[in-house]
């Protein structure tokens, strides 16, 4: 069982790029900056001229938790498992898992990069894992 991602007009081109397995941010026509989460208007000069950017997918771990009770039970059997914050070498930053290594190997200002794991045949969900390691 997998846990699919709610989709909104709003998020539907993040989760669509995400299904081609490609990372991508919000930019703003009016003055040129990319965030995330994805939002109606620029949270820097409020203009509603937005489009989607390629995301690089290398970033390091802003921080961390390690979940060690299941919060649903498509995700029981992966307990303990890494919820991060992951600045992305672009600026924003970005809430996902970290793959691919031992709970106790995440640190603060781990470098990491996107994978994307396959939920669906049309849902991938980005994922980090160190920079590193072969995770993909």
Do not use: K
């Not at 498992?81 to 781990?110: F, H, K, Q, T």
């Amino acid at each position: 069982m997998a846990i699919i991602p709610g989709m909104t007009e709003l998020t539907r081109p993040y989760w669509a790029a995400a299904g081609e397995h490609r990372l991508v941010t919000q930019h703003c026509r009016g003055c040129d900056r990319i965030w995330h989460p994805p939002l109606p208007r620029c949270p820097h000069c409020h203009a509603t001229e937005l489009d989607w950017r390629p995301a690089g997918g290398e970033g390091t771990v802003y921080s961390y938790t390690v979940v060690e009770h299941a919060t649903h039970v498509a995700v029981a059997d992966q307990v303990p498992y890494v919820v991060a914050i992951v600045e992305l070498a672009e600026g924003p930053r970005i809430v996902a898992n970290i793959r691919g290594c031992a709970p106790a190997d995440v640190s603060v200002g781990m470098p990491v990069r996107v994978v994307f794991e396959q939920v669906t045949d049309d849902v991938a969900i980005p994922q980090f894992v160190p920079a590193e390691g072969d995770g993909g």
